[in-house]
């Protein structure tokens, strides 16, 4: 065991060491992004107005301290995502129903963070969804320009983009992807609408998509489109269905940009809990979908509707589909994005939320507030030559749960988005 001052380990050998650290009190909604040196950028939300929060964190041996929060006037969010520009990051944040998506900008040096003023990317048309439920707004950058994706109506998908320059963001005008009929809706409530964005480069972005009736029918699609971006203007393609029907009703679903041409969809059905993925081909606006893989093995046993997959990169084409975040559980799978995407390999009876720690290590959560609830999985590769994995750099698209990044060897710190906390973790050889 690694010598440190800590309780018992749990199962997989981990020794708790470092107490639970504070990042920004009282918050709950917590997105985070590395900066390098053991320094980690975080913004969090309360429930009232200005309770948007930003503080760097950083982690030396078994302890963290963090810098003086800054605040912003009078903004809050249920969703709330952080993502790296060119100089500096931007967060996009909304709160309540039909309500505006505002970004700002921040810059750092050293621990100290530096905010511009809030910009306003689509007025009083977007719901927000419920961390880490239901997906209806995501987000994407690339250098100094960024990207999101909405639910506009409950029956209307739009997309708006925006350009960063140091702390000043410019908004462009938003436009309609597409807009459904026939009963079919782009909303989580009763219908489970899920919306995703990549950058493919500063001036491509993918877009994918589940809107559905509500019924276990045939009214279920999988869309995607293509778009390209000059400045923040947006001009968007024709829109493909990629997977239609009961069978790819979906519990949980994920996109991954593979190159600056391609990306990764994946979704677990709801109902028989398979998942399944296809390539994503694009050129200019114009998006064409490869062979939907087969069914890649179950998900879990349960997985609720309207969860995120979220797709870390393992090694060259290969990519973590973790399926599920919250209490549900599921299986943790590798798949390699050819034509059409395999299943690699995977990690039985573990959660969703998972980082890569090694070739054949990840570290997996039991999805909770509880810092016994993390533990190392053995995960068993086929193949040994696209394997060699360094941790990935942590993000998180809304969501509560724990997550982690390694720190040094057999060491990790651990993010939970629920109390806005942090803590170090140690591991046995």
Same mark, same amino acid.
């Given at each position: 065991?690694?010598?440190?001052?800590?309780?018992?380990?749990?199962? %997989?050998?981990?020794?708790?060491?470092?107490?639970?650290?504070?990042?920004?009190?009282?918050?709950?909604?917590?997105?985070?992004?590395?900066?390098?040196?053991?320094?980690?950028?975080?913004?969090?939300?309360?429930?009232?107005?200005?309770?948007?929060?930003?503080?760097?964190?950083?982690?030396?041996?078994?302890?963290?301290?963090?810098?003086?929060?800054?605040?912003?006037?009078?903004?809050?969010? $249920?969703?709330?995502?952080?993502?790296?520009?060119? %100089?500096?990051?931007?967060?996009?944040?909304?709160?309540?129903?039909? +309500?505006?998506?505002?970004?700002?900008?921040?810059?750092?040096?050293?621990?100290?963070?530096?905010? &511009?003023?809030?910009?306003?990317?689509?007025?009083?048309?977007?719901?927000?969804?419920? *961390?880490?439920? @239901?997906?209806?707004?995501?987000?994407?950058? @690339?250098?100094?320009?960024?990207?999101?994706?909405?639910?506009?109506?409950?029956?209307?998908?739009? *997309?708006?983009?925006?350009?960063?320059?140091?702390?000043?963001?410019?908004?462009?005008?938003?436009?309609?992807?597409?807009?459904? @009929?026939?009963?079919?809706?782009?909303?989580?409530?009763?219908?489970?609408?899920?919306?995703?964005?990549?950058?493919?480069?500063?001036?491509?972005?993918?877009?994918? &998509?589940?809107?559905?009736?509500?019924?276990?029918?045939?009214?279920?699609?999988?869309?995607?489109?293509?778009?390209?971006?000059?400045?923040?203007?947006?001009?968007?393609?024709?829109?493909?269905?990629?997977?239609?029907?009961?069978?790819?009703?979906?519990?949980?679903?994920?996109? #991954?940009?593979?190159?600056?041409?391609?990306?990764?969809?994946?979704?677990?059905?709801?109902?028989?809990?398979?998942?399944?993925?296809?390539?994503?081909?694009?050129?200019?606006?114009?998006?064409?979908?490869?062979?939907?893989?087969?069914?890649?093995? %179950?998900?879990?046993?349960?997985?609720?509707?309207?969860?995120?997959?979220?797709?870390?990169?393992?090694?060259? +084409?290969?990519?973590?589909?973790?399926?599920?975040?919250?209490?549900?559980? %599921?299986?943790?799978?590798?798949?390699?994005?050819?034509?059409?995407?395999?299943?690699?390999?995977?990690?039985? *009876?573990?959660?969703?939320?998972?980082?890569?720690?090694? *070739?054949?290590?990840?570290?997996?959560?039991?999805?909770?507030?509880?810092?016994?609830?993390?533990?190392?999985? $053995?995960?068993?590769?086929?193949?040994?030559?696209?394997?060699?994995? #360094?941790?990935?750099?942590?993000?998180?698209?809304?969501?509560?749960?724990?997550?982690?990044?390694?720190? &040094?060897?057999?060491?990790?710190?651990?993010?939970?988005?629920?109390?806005?906390?942090?803590?170090?973790?140690?591991?046995?050889?």
């Amino acid at each position: 065991w690694v010598a440190v001052e800590a309780d018992a380990p749990t199962t %997989g050998g981990i020794v708790r060491s470092g107490a639970v650290t504070t990042l920004l009190a009282s918050k709950v909604c917590h997105a985070v992004q590395a900066l390098g040196a053991n320094k980690f950028l975080h913004v969090a939300s309360g429930s009232t107005a200005g309770t948007l929060q930003f503080v760097v964190s950083t982690v030396s041996g078994l302890t963290i301290t963090i810098g003086t929060p800054v605040t912003i006037s009078g903004a809050v969010g $249920d969703f709330v995502q952080l993502l790296p520009v060119t %100089g500096g990051y931007v967060a996009v944040y909304a709160k309540g129903a039909w +309500s505006t998506l505002y970004a700002v900008a921040v810059t750092v040096s050293g621990d100290t963070v530096t905010a &511009g003023t809030p910009a306003a990317l689509a007025a009083g048309s977007v719901y927000p969804d419920s *961390a880490p439920l @239901s997906p209806t707004i995501d987000c994407s950058t @690339s250098g100094a320009t960024g990207v999101a994706v909405y639910a506009s109506s409950s029956t209307t998908v739009a *997309a708006v983009a925006f350009s960063v320059s140091g702390t000043v963001i410019t908004a462009g005008t938003p436009v309609t992807l597409y807009t459904t @009929s026939g009963g079919v809706y782009t909303l989580w409530g009763g219908y489970y609408g899920s919306h995703s964005i990549k950058m493919l480069s500063a001036t491509s972005a993918l877009y994918a &998509g589940f809107v559905s009736d509500g019924s276990a029918g045939a009214s279920n699609y999988h869309k995607a489109c293509a778009m390209t971006i000059s400045g923040t203007t947006i001009t968007a393609g024709a829109v493909v269905d990629f997977a239609t029907g009961s069978t790819y009703r979906s519990a949980a679903r994920g996109l #991954a940009a593979t190159s600056g041409t391609q990306g990764l969809a994946v979704l677990v059905g709801y109902g028989n809990y398979n998942t399944y993925a296809v390539q994503l081909n694009v050129s200019g606006t114009t998006v064409t979908a490869g062979t939907l893989s087969g069914a890649l093995g %179950g998900a879990g046993t349960s997985v609720s509707i309207g969860y995120r997959l979220r797709l870390p990169q393992i090694s060259g +084409s290969y990519y973590l589909a973790a399926a599920g975040t919250g209490s549900n559980r %599921g299986l943790i799978k590798t798949i390699v994005n050819a034509n059409p995407p395999t299943h690699y390999a995977l990690q039985a *009876a573990n959660t969703g939320l998972a980082e890569v720690l090694s *070739a054949t290590e990840i570290l997996c959560f039991g999805g909770v507030a509880a810092e016994t609830d993390c533990f190392i999985g $053995d995960m068993a590769y086929a193949k040994r030559a696209d394997s060699d994995v #360094a941790a990935g750099t942590p993000t998180q698209i809304n969501s509560c749960s724990p997550q982690a990044v390694s720190t &040094g060897t057999r060491e990790a710190v651990v993010f939970n988005g629920s109390t806005c906390s942090a803590y170090v973790i140690k591991w046995s050889l």
